[in-house]
């Protein structure tokens, strides 16, 4: 069969769209993702201690609460900077609830061990059980 090559009409409407620059576009949303993504994850710099073992597949939990403490011994919750006091009363809170949320307990390399055991204490006193102290692996 073969092709006829008439010149076009000038007012007729093109029946084919291109989606050539939608692919494109796309293509960099999901490259912009991708880096963004982890970027988002962890705000409030932390040096954390280093596991020579290799890393264990988590449960998948639905719900979960950030602890962290930076090098100068200052409380975050989540990424809002908290006292000690507040930091108590706010897991006090957290354990009325059903169904109370894993303690992600974030400590500094360089911290005294004493900063990490007060914050577990308070975890531990309001009998909430889920709590996981993160690491990095080597």
């Given at each position: 069969?073969?092709?006829?090559?008439?010149?076009?009409?000038?007012?007729?409407?093109?029946?084919?769209?291109?989606?050539?620059?939608?692919?494109?576009?796309?293509?960099?949303?999901?490259?912009?993702?991708?880096?963004?993504?982890?970027?988002?994850?962890?705000?409030?710099?932390?040096?954390?201690?280093?596991?020579?073992?290799?890393?264990?597949?988590?449960?998948?939990?639905?719900?979960?609460?950030?602890?962290?403490?930076?090098?100068?011994?200052?409380?975050?919750?989540?990424?809002?900077?908290?006292?000690?006091?507040?930091?108590?009363?706010?897991?006090?809170?957290?354990?009325?609830?059903?169904?109370?949320?894993?303690?992600?307990?974030?400590?500094?390399?360089?911290?005294?061990?004493?900063?990490?055991?007060?914050?577990?204490?308070?975890?531990?006193?309001?009998n909430l059980t889920k709590i996981?102290?993160?690491?990095?692996?080597?």
């Open positions: 069969m073969a092709r006829s090559f008439h010149k076009r009409e000038r007012m007729t409407a093109l029946s084919e769209i291109n989606v050539t620059p939608m692919i494109d576009m796309a293509f960099a949303l999901l490259i912009i993702f991708m880096i963004t993504t982890p970027l988002l994850e962890q705000s409030i710099q932390v040096d954390l201690p280093i596991e020579s073992a290799t890393r264990t597949p988590a449960a998948p939990e639905s719900k979960f609460q950030t602890i962290s403490i930076d090098k100068d011994g200052i409380y975050y919750w989540s990424q809002e900077q908290v006292t000690l006091e507040e930091l108590e009363n706010r897991i006090k809170l957290m354990a009325q609830q059903n169904g109370p949320p894993v303690v992600h307990l974030r400590g500094d390399f360089s911290l005294q061990y004493q900063k990490i055991i007060e914050v577990m204490d308070l975890v531990k006193q309001s996981s102290l993160d690491t990095r692996v080597k």
